[in-house]
């Protein structure tokens, strides 16, 4: 069954939500205050503290601890014409190190994290929560009280407040965000293809440093091996082999900084003169134009500093603190400080600058935990491209994929079969195509400039809206961070030919796949706020709906949280029956990094009570899994038992608030936590609205009965469920309208219905049985 609707882009996209006044019990502010700040309040003794700093190396620092294996080879390209050159590239990495990952990242950005969470959604999500900027307006007042749901107040007249309403004034500026969010997001994924590239490729290149004839075509063989069978592995997860990862980063740490000490006291200590900054001037005055380009391959040093972010985790700011200034940056000082001592008596070998500099007695020892690093820096950086396509598909930005829970210990373990194959390909294709660093790594630093960018834009709206710093502060921050990210920037054009022209195009391709879907769905969503079906007519069925009541359940999956859908009007207008009790469905996506399980459902009853229709919200987190379908079943039945049964306990009888009466309404909500049975407990939302109006009955139609006890409704309910549930889904279908631009068409008629004939059908995700499931088909026109 299907139907057509068209409808105009331009109407008001704003539907009617809960009205919840009056709350029995109190908002849980303490206890969501207490988790909120769980990270900044909570104290970790001394032994605890390191021994979380310590698992942190080989999560967050890997990408960040292998860029001395490709800089100076990629800093000077051409070779080196004046050992002072070494002197200046090297102030410049010192002071590089210094400001950005230490300064900017450990010590101010990594304390925007979203209770623990980094990356660019969890900026966005914070944004979202202190302004309404969010795209898809489907959340409501009831999720501000989630615990997890965290955000501040201001002054109406202050400067926040007005950047808010400035922000929140016009859909462009919206949309603007959301793209610049996206832009870093697909960054981040390119990062995903080009840190395995290069870091693997580069630990491999120590094979032909020891045999000089071995062509380069074995190196990058040997490479491609290894990445292959560092995707294959991915559907194992890191759980497993995760606790090596810790010591095999903190022994390369050791390794390069013991060998950076030995090549200064061996070589020449006069390197240390590049702590002056009077170097970095030399170096610009003496090279010019090849100096400033040279940036390019000086800001490979800092690579890894934005997955640093979004590897975040759940490892408290302070250990991350504490392993970076204790461990990874004196020892990636000193390796590079002693690969410059190296070089001024060995400038020939930049080409090969760390291997040539390794001690012979260690080289081969050397090679192998360089060669564990490159893959654990891989892996690193693989899973932050899992976890922010699952942030983007959670926020309506990505098609639905296959998303696979690895560990049963750690939330943001996942694998996603689908992209893991896709990177894998496309890992190959830059490793085997380029055949070299140079222009992998002048690939590299455009994607991780562009991602740095944009936090700094984001950290720029957070410092004021979340943080509320003075405006001079923020001034500081963002004219520093762009002033020197800027400058990259404008270093890494000059190599776009070069290479750099790889993440623009990766980019590119994931930016209008993320786009069109988030536009369609916006444009799904208004379709179904707008079409939506009044209670009026409902009520004009009368009881039976104007049809046989069949024994069952009838679960109706809506995009709507409030509201009765379209499709449930189609179905019951072609179908001769439907079931004794029906429940609307709503499973939406909210801008936190997870929902309690005991808060995720919100339940309430739609019409009097002889109509067995009630509504239940599913709540999840852009870090939340959906688990078994059996599960949700489950745990939704629960909180309708405990619904009916507190209830029972009220007067009166439960109407929706979504559609009008004759006369003056008024009304009164009243929320209850549902404690589920067992050992299962879930919280729910009971709304019990009563109204002064004078009903207009249909004939037919009686009002609540307010005979029907406890234990009638719900043996009753428990009988439905017995004679089966049956699945409805709706099935919509967007198209152009036939006036439409050429664009917007091949964007919704071509790429949107490719992306949702590709994608997983809403079903398979709730792993709803084909013997119950039910799709009602429309078709509507944007």
């Known amino acids: 069954m299907a139907s057509e609707v068209e409808i105009d882009e331009g109407n008001d996209t704003k539907g009617t939500m809960w009205v919840l006044e009056q709350k029995l019990d109190q908002p849980m502010d303490e206890e969501a205050g207490r988790l909120n700040n769980m990270y900044r309040e909570k104290k970790f003794s001394a032994i605890l503290l390191v021994r979380l700093a310590f698992q942190s190396l080989g999560v967050v620092y890997g990408d960040l601890g292998t860029s001395p294996l490709y800089v100076f080879n990629n800093t000077f390209p051409h070779g080196i014409e004046d050992t002072e050159d070494i002197i200046g590239a090297l102030s410049l990495i010192i002071y590089s190190l210094t400001l950005i990952p230490l300064l900017k990242y450990v010590f101010i950005v990594c304390k925007a994290n979203d209770n623990g969470q980094g990356g660019t959604f969890a900026l966005y999500s914070l944004l979202c929560r202190h302004a309404k900027v969010k795209i898809i307006p489907n959340q409501h007042r009831t999720d501000e009280e989630l615990t997890t749901y965290s955000r501040s107040t201001f002054h109406e007249k202050s400067l926040p407040a007005k950047i808010k309403k400035w922000l929140e004034a016009h859909a462009f500026r919206r949309n603007a965000l959301l793209l610049i969010v996206l832009v870093g997001t697909c960054m981040v994924i390119g990062d995903g293809i080009l840190t395995p590239a290069i870091s693997v490729l580069s630990a491999s290149g120590g094979i032909k440093v020891d045999h000089p004839k071995m062509s380069n075509d074995v190196v990058v063989i040997v490479a491609v091996f290894i990445l292959v069978g560092l995707f294959s592995m991915q559907h194992y997860g890191t759980d497993r082999v995760g606790w090596l990862f810790a010591p095999i980063v903190l022994l390369w740490f050791l390794l390069i900084g013991g060998i950076g000490i030995f090549n200064i006291c061996t070589y020449d200590k006069s390197v240390l003169r590049a702590f002056s900054p009077v170097h970095m001037y030399r170096y610009f005055k003496r090279g010019g134009k090849d100096g400033w380009t040279s940036l390019g391959g000086i800001m490979l040093s800092i690579t890894g500093t934005e997955a640093l972010f979004a590897d975040l985790s759940h490892f408290p700011v302070s250990t991350i603190q504490l392993a970076f200034t204790v461990v990874v940056f004196p020892c990636l000082l000193l390796a590079y400080s002693g690969q410059a001592a190296y070089l001024m008596l060995n400038k020939d070998h930049v080409v090969d600058a760390f291997y040539r500099s390794i001690p012979e007695r260690i080289y081969w020892p050397v090679f192998i935990i360089a060669t564990f690093a490159a893959i654990v820096a891989s892996q690193a950086t693989i899973s932050a491209t899992f976890s922010i396509i699952k942030q983007a598909h959670a926020l309506g930005c990505f098609p639905r994929v296959k998303v696979v829970h690895t560990s049963n210990k750690f939330l943001g373990q996942i694998y996603i079969p689908d992209i893991n194959w896709i990177l894998l390909v496309l890992c190959i294709a830059v490793t085997a195509g380029f055949r070299n660093q140079s222009q992998i790594a002048n690939a590299y630093g455009t994607a991780v400039v562009i991602v740095m960018l944009v936090t700094t834009l984001l950290m720029t709206l957070i410092m004021l809206l979340v943080w509320h710093c003075h405006w001079v502060l923020v001034l500081l921050f963002t004219f520093f961070s762009l002033v020197i990210e800027c400058t990259y920037f404008s270093a890494v054009l000059f190599k776009i030919n070069q290479g750099g022209w790889v993440p623009l195009v990766i980019a590119a391709a994931f930016l209008v796949i993320m786009y069109v879907w988030h536009y369609g769905t916006v444009k799904r969503y208004e379709f179904e ?139 009164q909500s009243m929320e209850f936590p549902l404690q589920g049975n067992g050992t299962d407990t879930s919280t729910s939302t009971m709304n019990l609205t009563t109204s002064s109006a004078n009903w207009i009955v249909p004939a037919g139609a009686s009002s609540g009965s307010h005979g029907d006890t406890e234990v009638d409704e719900t043996e009753f309910l428990s009988g439905c469920r017995d004679s089966g549930v049956v699945h409805i889904l709706g099935n919509t279908v967007v198209r152009a309208r036939r006036e439409s631009m050429i664009p917007k068409k091949i964007a919704i008629d071509y790429i949107y219905a490719f992306l949702r004939k590709i994608c997983r059908e809403n079903s398979v995700i709730f792993n709803v049985p084909h013997e119950s499931l039910l799709n009602v088909g429309q078709v509507f026109y944007v």
């Open 529 to 667: 706020m707008h079409s939506k079906v009044s209670m009026a007519w409902i009520l004009g069925l009368g009881p039976s709906l104007g049809l046989v009541r069949v024994p069952g359940i009838g679960l109706v999956y809506t995009e709507l949280a409030s509201g009765v859908p379209r499709i449930f009007s189609h179905f019951i207008t072609n179908l001769p029956a439907i079931h004794s009790v029906v429940v609307f469905v709503c499973v939406k996506y909210l801008p936190v990094y997870t929902v309690p399980a005991e808060e995720r459902f919100l339940v309430k009853r739609i019409g009097p009570k002889n109509f067995r229709m009630f509504r239940c919200v599913a709540r999840y987190g852009y870090k939340d899994l959906h688990k078994k379908d059996e599960e949700f079943e489950k745990k939704l039945f629960d909180n309708l038992f405990t619904f009916v049964r507190l209830e029972s306990m009220m007067d009166g009888c439960s109407d929706s608030d979504d559609y009008s009466l004759n006369g003056q309404q008024t009304q």
